[in-house]
């Protein structure tokens, strides 16, 4: 691509920008697609409102009432949904990058696909949500409650979830790579095939649950609870394969 070809590019994007921001309407009622974009939306309620496809980026909805909303694939970028109420909200395939959910309900939401990279969750409540293939790259999900969450297929780099509830829950194939997973409550959960490499697992309670191929590559283990947890064909840190009758440890 060459100088003048970037640079109508870049003029293009900020006319699409500037066009996009002039007809950000604060006023206007919920509906599918409606732009309030940096809109002040704070302790409303807004429950079983249509707002698929809507713009709400850097917008305030804190303390909010949302609960059985639609915002199937509606850009929540930078946006503030702490201490607001989800629950049962449709959500799938959500862009939510950096945005802040901290105490947010978030039960029984349905967040397949969505995406959370460097979100914050912290104290939230996702029981019972659906996060299949959901992102969530470097989100702090530190002291968040996800029993019995889906999270099959989910990438969770580098994500925080120190002291996190992550019982009775499925995470299969899930990727946890450098995650931080210390004092984390794992218990019961089905990991089969999930990837913990690098991931520190300091003291997690692991018990009951299914690790069978499992790669702990280089992970921390200190002091993390594997009673009665399958471990068959499962990766040790060390890169030793355990055996496929391991259970509660790697044999």
Known sequence: MNNNTKQHVAIALFILFASNSAIANCDAPPSDGVNWMDCDHSERNLEDA?????????????GSNLNGADLSGADLDRADFSNSTLNKASMRQIHAVRTNFSNADLRQTKLQKARFDRAILKNADLTDARLQNARLYNANLSRAKLNSVNLDDANLEQANLRNTALSNSSAKRADFSKAILDDADLSNSDFSKAIFKGASLMDADLSGANLSEVDFSNADLSGVILEGAILSNAIWPDRKRCKPKSIGKCL
């Open 50 to 62: 249509e707002l698929r496809e809507a713009l709400l980026l850097n917008s305030n909805l804190s």
